[in-house]
């Protein structure tokens, strides 16, 4: 089966940082993706990892490890207009997109 | 950048009616789409993956029958939810693979009364 299970909710405070985490496991996994989404819009991509490690841009960071089945967001300096739900996304073999549980994130000035 | 145009982004309709949603990739071909559903706070659950010119696949306990797709060409995807009823009613969003990830719809509001 697939788990892919990350906080449901967390609050920060402007300027402060947050790490956003993802724990996984799936069938298959061919790279893991983060996406920011404001209630009834599309997904917005953030990040994508498919090797063990940071991939950093800008205010924004992604980790990976694939033997732990784990990944993070992190988010620095943060503004009011990243209050949003953070997704993360396991990509499998046959190239479907399972997306994790979403992490409704509030910032608070 | 790719575009996936969608339509409607918003659709009101009577219980046991049917419903048609249009995915179209805008500057790009789509060879697979695939098909979400979101209900208020939670996230977006797979249903299906429709591919041009063969039968989609559904996860499990999506009904293929309630929701019919068709993927004709490789620039559109259509998802028909057939006699819909209110429990039907949510957030339908779709996706398609392009060359750097994947590219969403806008997403369509449905709301059956």
């Known amino acids: 089966g697939q788990n892919i299970d990350q906080p449901t909710e967390m609050t920060a405070t402007e300027g402060a940082i947050v790490q956003i985490n993802c724990t996984y496991q799936?069938?298959?996994?061919?790279?893991l993706f983060w996406y920011q989404q404001h209630a009834g819009e599309a997904p917005t991509f953030l990040s994508y990892?498919?090797?063990?490690g940071l991939e950093e841009k800008g205010r924004f960071s992604s980790f990976l490890s694939r033997s732990k089945g784990y990944s993070y967001l992190l988010l620095k300096e943060l503004q009011m207009k990243d209050s949003a739900s953070y997704l993360c996304?396991?990509?499998?073999?046959?190239?479907?997109?399972?997306f994790g549980t979403g992490t409704r994130l509030q910032v608070f000035p | 950048g790719a575009v996936v145009s969608q339509h409607p982004s918003r659709v009101i309709c009577k219980s046991g009616t049917s419903v048609k949603i249009e995915c179209r990739s805008l500057?790009?071909?789509?060879?697979?789409m695939f098909w979400y559903r979101q209900f208020p706070k939670q996230s977006l659950m797979l249903m299906a993956t429709?591919?041009?010119?063969?039968?989609?696949?559904?996860e499990q306990g999506v009904e293929k029958d309630k929701f019919l797709i068709n993927h004709a060409s490789l620039t559109l995807s259509t998802l028909t939810v057939t006699s819909a009823h209110p429990e039907d009613s949510s957030f339908y969003i779709c996706?398609?693979?392009?060359?750097?990830?994947?590219?969403f719809g806008s997403g369509t509001r449905l709301t059956v009364v």
């Open positions: 996706s398609a693979r392009d060359r750097n990830g994947y590219t």
């Open positions: 429709s591919n041009e010119g063969s039968k989609a696949t559904y």
């Open positions: 500057d790009f071909q789509a060879t697979t």
């Open positions: 799936t069938s298959g996994f061919n790279g």
């Open positions: 996304a396991v990509r499998e073999r046959d190239d479907k997109l399972i």
């Open positions: 990892n498919v090797l063990d």
